[in-house]
């Protein structure tokens, strides 16, 4: 509620003003604010303005505020021209929104009950916990190193359980963490499937690579546990000192465990660790979907122990029984969508018995036609343009080293270098198709053929940890339990941002950018220091409903100064 003043043009072109108290509703259809008069108090030249000093010093009467007589040469004023107190003060305003979504996630998933556990148990400080939300809570919103989230960032957002944090607690905290990372995945997991009501049938299984900005891998001859940066080739394609960060996801894209290696392990390597890992979780019926860099003889075997049933993706040019008797296999797709076509194929009898399913999408295929097309057309140009097609002239070994080009060039007997239209008739074979393996006869080919294509969900995770949200890299630690702890807190983060996804239906990015709205002001007058929300915008309030997240009070806390 408030007086506000209007202004009206006479036929003379002279204006009069009016007075008017009015408070904003928002109009239902529009969302809106809009005015509301609740009284005409009238024109201002002909207003007494005692009447509404009088008024206002009724009001403040009822209130219980004393208003000094102004009149008084030593007595000043308690209200200024706009209604606030002339000794109030503002010290600061900060964010709000998005650390109070992360803090209620926090405790839902029960990582607090976790960690307080293992503090109670161990007699440690308990400002543990409070530090490990405070660097999982920066990867969501602004992330930092953690000499900056002590530094900077948390004073910027309203996190008054921090205030007693120092920057040793952060490290210390990411001991504990890396002490008893078993413990917790597990129990946060498990709350948070039980809490969601979550059917764990498939389990998607993936790696990427996390790199440092360093010359040099780890070479310590007398302690090899502790070499674990090491040179590797990266997801992005470059070599760099860097770690292998895998991860296993459940089809809402929510972390089941993460795990970390040395950066020269290769995909297929890290499944015997897995294996090891899920066989105590009990995880039930669970299908393993992983990428082809995971199918080869020995880790079938470790998978079907670890996970029971698997679907893995295969290596179509390069594995003699797909070329031989799958691709070449007769018989009509089964057709399930526009452009998700299936048709199973036995390989062997008996324990030797394989079953694959070969995929098609016909708009792929078209896509990739056009492109090897495209691709065809620009070498040929290429070609034209030398009259010498020597094999060592500089342009050649260039086109001839192109991940881009070199698949469809050969080299004749006269050192010649040409198109060689059977690898562009042998590459159209593949066209718009892929192959799986399972050992799961009961797994439909529908649910085979989508369950694969949701490997998708766990690029979408890897792209949130590493580049658009939590920006997992580059990476700044060089001892291994920090290294550790430092990927784990990354993942606790995804688990928090991958559960608003899912209630909210939008985007973290989305998400954040409308809690940032919400934030928390700081006032301080001679007797009192108090902090105040501002109004809730539609778009947050909407969200904390979709959360089921009671909204702040409007004073958050009032301190008396002694």
């Known amino acids: 509620m408030y007086l506000r003043k209007t202004k009206r043009k006479n036929k003379d072109g002279s204006e009069v003003e009016y007075y008017q108290l009015a408070h904003n509703e928002r109009h239902p259809d529009t969302r809106k604010p809009v005015a509301k008069i609740i009284h005409n108090f009238g024109r201002a030249d002909q207003l007494n303005r005692e009447q509404l000093v009088r008024l206002c010093r009724s009001i403040a009467r009822v209130c219980g505020l004393t208003v000094l007589d102004p009149k008084e040469s030593n007595q000043l004023p308690l209200f200024d021209d706009i209604g606030l107190p002339k000794d109030l003060k503002l010290e600061q305003t900060v964010s709000l929104g998005p650390i109070l979504v992360a803090e209620a996630i926090w405790q839902r998933i029960g990582i607090p009950k976790t960690l307080n556990k293992i503090i109670r148990k161990k007699g440690i400080n308990k400002l543990y916990e409070r530090a490990l939300f405070a660097m999982c809570a920066n990867r969501l919103c602004e992330p930092e190193s953690k000499l900056g989230v002590w530094d900077r960032w948390l004073s910027k957002v309203y996190l008054p359980s921090c205030d007693g944090l120092k920057l040793r607690h952060m490290y210390e905290a990411m001991d504990l963490l890396y002490e008893n990372a078993v413990e917790i995945e597990k129990d946060v997991f498990f709350h948070t499937a039980n809490l969601f009501n979550l059917t764990v049938d498939l389990i998607f299984y993936d790696t990427t690579t996390a790199s440092f900005s360093i010359d040099h891998e780890d070479n310590d001859p007398e302690n090899e546990a502790q070499n674990f940066r090491k040179f590797g080739l990266a997801k992005e394609g470059f070599w760099s000192p860097q770690i292998v960060v895998a991860l296993a996801v459940t089809r809402e894209g929510l972390p089941v465990r993460s795990w970390v290696f040395p950066g020269n392990t290769t995909d297929v390597n890290t499944i015997d660790r897995v294996r090891k890992d899920l066989r105590g ?157 399972t050992n799961d006869d009961t797994i439909s080919l529908e649910d085979a053929a989508s369950g694969y294509k949701g490997l998708m969900v766990i690029e979408r995770c890897f792209r949130s940890l590493k580049r658009t949200q939590i920006k997992m890299t580059p990476m700044y630690h060089w001892l291994v339990r920090r290294i550790e702890s430092h990927v784990k807190i990354c993942v606790l983060a995804l688990l928090i941002e991958r559960i608003v996804e899912l209630a909210c239906g939008m985007s973290w990015h989305k998400i954040r950018h409308k809690l940032e709205a919400v934030q928390a002001s700081k006032f301080f007058n001679s007797s009192h220091s108090f902090v105040c929300r501002n109004e809730l915008p539609l778009d947050a309030s909407n969200i904390f409903k979709s959360l089921n997240i009671k909204p702040p009070k409007q004073i958050l806390n009032v301190v008396k100064h002694t």
């Open 281 to 437: 979780w009990q995880l039930g019926r669970s299908l393993f979907v992983a990428d082809s860099g995971m199918n080869s003889e020995d880790n079938r075997q470790e998978l079907a122990k670890a996970c029971g049933k698997y679907l893995l993706a295969c290596r179509m040019a390069s594995v003699a029984e797909i070329k031989r008797k799958v691709l070449t296999k007769r018989g009509r797709y089964t057709v399930f969508k526009d452009n998700l076509h299936a048709k199973e194929v036995i390989v062997g009898d008996g324990e030797r018995r394989r079953r694959y399913i070969l995929c098609y999408n016909p708009k792929e295929a078209e896509r990739q036609q056009k492109h090897r097309a495209m691709i065809v057309d620009m070498l040929e140009q290429e070609l034209a343009k030398h009259p010498d097609l020597s094999a060592t002239a500089q342009w050649a070994i260039e086109l001839l080293a192109s991940r881009r080009f070199k698949r469809y060039l050969s080299i004749t007997k006269t050192n010649q270098i040409r198109i060689d239209r059977g690898k562009i008739r042998e590459a159209a074979k593949y066209d718009g198709k892929w192959v799986l393996e």
